[in-house]
């Protein structure tokens, strides 16, 4: 019983340096890592100390909450160094990487033919758990649960997101193969969401055991929030898990070849990329390897993820856990004479108060200028136009704001994540930053009430 | 343009840093600058992209939108004070003496909106050096409303007055730009109302240097007035040739306050407002549709004069279009959420014309229905939140009762 959805709250925003369907390879980074920082609500427990051998897979350190969730290494060598921030916050753990990867032994095998905890055990034991997130908090998912369905959003439709279809084109078994073990752990369905517009890969197409759902509607409709808020909602209570189709494709390598296979393609792309491409490399790969004679390093502003939702990166630093897309834009950083009068041909607003209206279809280069100022609340319903919950988000916010759970509870916390707000952030008038007082808010909400 | 923002960095704002001479007035110098330069501050939080739009534009554009009102409003009050004064016939032209009645409307406009402006912008600079907040653009929008809503022989003192009590009781006192509860511009001309209805009301003040023992009468004092005389058939009539035509009422050239007669004018700001997205198209129309409504109930009615002019004629009387577009719209004072939007600008709309039906005293019956519900729609937003609260607390049950 497949669902029809379509978004109409929502806005595409087009920028320049889309990646060309081209597949290239990197060479292998010399340096790789793990940022503790790419999940929420983990405080992470060191298990191997800096000069430590490891091999793909060996465990690196583990969640404090919950020790068995391991967070392994994604290649084979030493532990070069640990990098630490204010008050020894671990901010990265860097492994000098070998020239050929040696990896850690886990079971191979038919998931069909295997029970749900020797399924559980395997992701966990192997690192691939923190793949699987779960609804409420955006958090990772607690093995002990049961959620009542799994979600998987096919497609992603941020601003130069990388094209599922295109990637994982050919790879029908393997991720055949990562379904039968994501199915195992609901016994509810699993979700496999579609874009309506334009043919789906046939490896979407033909999975066996999901539910295919075809939503179609501009950005956000293809992030999981809002799908699993129009086709099963959560209660208060009730759990939702999801992860990404490059987190099924790793999973099915692990239950057909036994081993935690950390290489994924990443779309670079952004104006300041020379040729943006699809580039087959590891989770956590340096950023100085990606950069390297592809990418306009003057003024540039690095994001290991999209321009809404990713986190920004230095040169020295690496890739993110669940980031498939590394993005690089111009920086901003100059005022603007008169900016508030200017025409503006070159600014991309949902308002028509720029005269870039004129231009639809254009493609922009966006840089990375707050264009404003920090005010308090003004314009209203600018955040309701790309926001497609049956929520009121502005009000959802504020509640955030001033720490009023209950308020928080009434107003539906338990479906949203930072990245769902990203638009309205993108949007407001008064240049409130939404995503950190709303992960402000569930980290509230998740440390209160569980 | 480089070159006069390096000039301010390093020749200007050090003596308004911490430790420079001007250290106190360090809000004044970050407003002229953000003035001349939209900041170069970069996302490092969140969205690393962000929309071109900010609260400056926000205002600039509602400003703009405003300027047709302006630009009507000096003419007519040139037009109005040489009608009255006998030096131009009804039957002439629009254009005949155009440059006396600009030069006249100009002189005596201008200076309502300077004293409005200087006045509220002091008033906003003082709280901001004593709270150390950067200036916020909430008054670039009141400074232009204010003039456009009071009747023009206004003694300037008077706007000093009002705008001062505006700013700090109306916004102020709430935590500034964003945070007040009342529109403030009605505001400042609720003040005047109350405090000076003789420079506010009745038949003297519309028309600029009015004539000794001539009646500069508004349409909605002319309406008022056949109330009293319902039972006189004859001086309904009599008062009712007095009145201005529909396409009088369209155009504007009739006497009122400054900025409100020209209903072509409203409807060009509005057409701003909404093409932008600047303004609420929900509130304008179910403000729209609730003085409709209640019109056409009176006609219904309609046991006396008043209360048999047709919709479209009380539509474009008085200020209610102004108020619809301009004041009605103002996100602030406003409900916040889209089913509050249309529940407030319905009543806005009925209570105006009620009010100004039922009470002759108060012809303006849009400026008292703006700031009740100014006052309600905090409540309304409760209600509406209610609901969705509801639906989700129900949408548990069930999960709960199929469990």
């Given at each position: 019983m497949s669902k029809n959805i379509k978004i109409s709250r929502g806005v595409n925003i087009k920028l320049k340096g889309e990646a060309e369907k081209v597949h290239a390879s990197l060479p292998l980074s010399s340096t790789v890592a793990i940022k503790p920082t790419d999940f929420p609500g983990v405080v992470p427990k060191l298990i191997l100390k800096e000069k430590a051998e490891v091999k793909a897979g060996t465990p690196l350190f583990y969640s404090k909450e919950n020790e068995k969730i391991v967070f392994t290494s994604?290649?084979?060598?030493?532990?070069?160094e640990i990098r630490r921030g204010d008050k020894?916050?671990?901010l990265e753990v860097i492994i000098l990487a070998d020239k050929e990867i040696r990896y850690e032994a886990f079971t191979a095998g038919d998931p069909n033919s295997m029970s749900r905890e020797q399924i559980i055990e395997n992701l966990l034991k192997s690192g691939c758990w923190p793949f699987i997130k779960q609804r409420p908090y955006d958090v990772i998912a607690n093995p002990a649960d049961t959620p009542k369905s799994i979600f998987i959003s096919a497609f992603d439709s941020s601003p130069l997101a990388p094209d599922n279809d295109f990637i994982l084109h050919g790879n029908g078994e393997i991720f055949q193969t990562g379904l039968d073990a994501i199915k195992k752990l609901t016994e509810g369905k699993v979700h496999l969401n579609i874009n309506a517009k334009g043919k789906a890969s046939d490896v979407f197409n033909k999975s066996r055991g999901v539910q295919i759902n075809k939503i179609s509607g501009p950005h956000p409709a293809g992030l999981v929030g809002v799908q699993i808020h129009k086709i099963d909602p959560i209660n208060k209570g009730e759990k939702v898990w999801y992860l990404t189709p490059q987190d099924v494709l790793t999973i099915g390598r692990l239950f057909k070849e036994g081993k935690f296979d950390a290489s994924r393609i990443v779309a670079v792309c952004?104006?300041?990329?020379k040729t943006p491409k699809y580039f087959k490399m590891l989770m956590g790969q340096s950023v100085a390897s990606i950069i390297e004679?592809?990418?306009?390093?003057?003024?540039t502003r690095f994001i290991s993820g999209n321009p809404l939702t990713g986190s920004q990166v230095n040169k020295e630093s690496h890739l993110g856990f669940y980031d498939y897309q590394f993005t690089a834009i111009p920086e901003g950083g100059e005022g603007e004479f008169f900016g508030w009068i200017a025409p503006g041909f070159d600014k991309f607003s949902l308002s028509r108060t720029f005269f870039s209206w004129l231009m639809s279809g254009k493609k922009y280069d966006l840089n990375t200028n707050m264009n404003g100022e920090e005010r308090a609340y003004v314009m209203t319903g600018q955040y309701e136009k790309v926001f497609p919950f049956d929520i009121y988000p502005v009000q959802l916010v504020k509640a955030m704001i001033i720490k009023d759970i209950e308020l928080m509870e009434n107003l539906?916390?338990?479906?949203?994540?930072p990245e769902d707000f990203a638009l309205c952030e993108y949007a407001c008038t008064s240049k409130i930053n939404v995503q950190s007082i709303v992960r402000e808010g569930l980290d509230l909400v998740r440390a209160e009430c569980g | 343009m480089r070159f006069l923002e390096k000039f301010l960095h390093e020749k200007i704002k050090p003596h308004f840093e911490k430790g420079g001479k001007f250290e106190k007035l360090y809000p004044v110098y970050d407003g002229m600058e953000t003035f001349l330069f939209v900041p170069g501050h970069t996302a490092h939080k969140g969205a690393h992209i962000r929309d071109g739009i900010d609260l400056k534009r926000t205002m600039i554009t509602v400003v703009l939108a405003l300027i047709p009102c302006l630009l009507f409003g000096i003419w007519n009050t040139g037009h109005q004070h040489y009608l009255f004064n006998g030096e131009i016939s009804p039957e002439d032209a629009w254009n005949v003496m155009l440059w006396d009645k600009i030069l006249y409307g100009a002189m005596k406009v201008l200076p309502i909106v300077i004293v409005s402006y200087a006045v509220g912008l002091g008033v906003e600079f003082a709280f901001c050096i004593v709270k150390k907040h950067s200036i916020q653009e909430g008054f670039l929008v009141s400074g232009m409303l204010i003039p456009l809503i009071l009747p023009v022989d206004i003694p300037l003192w008077m706007v000093a007055v009002a705008t001062v009590f505006a700013v700090i009781f109306g916004k102020e006192v709430f935590g500034g730009t964003g945070m007040n509860i009342l529109n403030v511009a009605l505001t400042a001309r609720a003040f005047l109302f109350f405090a000076y209805p003789t420079k506010m009301s009745?038949?003297?003040?519309?028309?600029?240097?009015?004539?000794?023992?001539?009646a500069g009468e508004t349409q909605l004092g002319m309406w008022a007035q056949t109330i009293g005389v319902k039972d006189n058939p004859d001086a309904v009539q009599g008062i009712m040739d007095k009145t201005y035509s529909t396409m009088e009422m369209f155009i504007g050239n009739m006497p009122g306050s400054i900025g409100e007669t020209s209903a072509v004018a409203c409807l060009i700001g509005a057409l701003i407002l909404i093409y932008t997205g600047i303004g609420s198209f929900r509130i304008m129309a179910s403000v729209l549709v609730g003085g409709l409504t209640m019109s056409y109930i009176f006609n219904l009615v309609g046991i006396n004069p008043f209360m048999e002019v047709s919709p479209i004629d009380q539509i474009l009387a008085g200020g209610f279009l102004f108020g619809l577009v301009f004041m009605a719209t103002d996100p602030v004072t406003a409900s916040q959420t889209p089913t509050g939007k249309i529940i407030y600008g319905f009543f806005i709309g009925f209570f105006a014309i009620m009010i100004r039906v039922f009470n002759p005293a108060y012809p303006e019956g849009m400026m008292l229905a703006i700031l009740f519900m100014n006052v309600m729609a905090p409540l309304i937003d409760h209600y509406v939140l209610q609901a969705n609260v509801k639906k989700r607390i129900s949408r548990l049950k069930q999960v709960k009762v199929a469990a």
């Open positions: 994604p290649v084979s060598g030493e532990i070069a020894r916050k671990i952004g104006s300041q990329v004679g592809n990418v306009d390093t003057e003024k539906g916390v338990y479906e949203v994540a | 009745g038949d003297q003040v519309w028309v600029s240097e009015l004539p000794d023992a001539t």
